[in-house]
């Protein structure tokens, strides 16, 4: 999907051990311009957990991340926000699994790296529909990506700092594994 050479520029931005993760990153990367240059996404949904505290707020990012956590604003129905999404990523990424549980939607690509060796990699586009609720407000944080295979900038709907830490402190206490350590 993405040249080798624009692959081994990248590990400038994401100094990952293997050339899957640094293109995993890449790909995150785009997505997350993809989606949030869209008005109708940036207005209702807003980026949160590990991947958003060090997409925006670490530079360098300090762990290799391979999802994308949202939150829906405001409640209501979920499913035109999905489409949305969908015609965003499916133009590069494919066709998703889609599954809806509980409090939560996800939309899981599978795609292969460049290689060699040849990867699967997985990006999992998770959506929480149930949680509304923000202490210090929403804010929009700008991010940018430049490469050769994809350029593009935006500012996307996040949290505070420290909203994103308590949440992460939070899951610490709620997760049965602690792999947020």
């Not at 998703?96 to 409090?103: A, E, I, L, S, W």
Request: aromatic residues 8%; hydrophobic residues 40%; proline residues 6%.
């Amino acid at each position: 999907m993405i040249p080798k050479a624009d692959i081994v520029a990248w590990r400038q931005i994401a100094p990952w051990v293997s050339d899957a993760q640094v293109e995993q990153d890449l790909i995150i990367s785009r997505a997350l311009v993809s989606m949030f240059q869209d008005t109708s996404i940036s207005e209702q949904l807003a980026f949160r957990g590990g991947t958003a505290l060090h997409k925006l707020y670490f530079n360098p990012p300090r762990r290799y991340s391979e999802d994308i956590d949202l939150v829906q604003i405001a409640p209501g129905p979920i499913g035109g926000i999905l489409d949305a999404l969908q015609e965003i990523l499916n133009v590069f990424l494919g066709k998703p699994r889609r599954n809806q549980k509980g409090r939560s939607v996800t939309l899981t690509y599978r795609m292969e790296s460049e290689g060699p060796p040849v990867v699967p990699l997985r990006l999992k586009v998770e959506i929480n529909t149930r949680e509304h609720f923000t202490v210090y407000g929403l804010h929009k944080r700008p991010f940018n990506v430049r490469s050769r295979w994809f350029s593009g900038e935006c500012e996307i709907t996040t949290f505070l700092l420290e909203e994103l830490l308590a949440t992460k402190v939070r899951a610490l206490y709620q997760r049965r594994k602690g792999r947020d350590l």
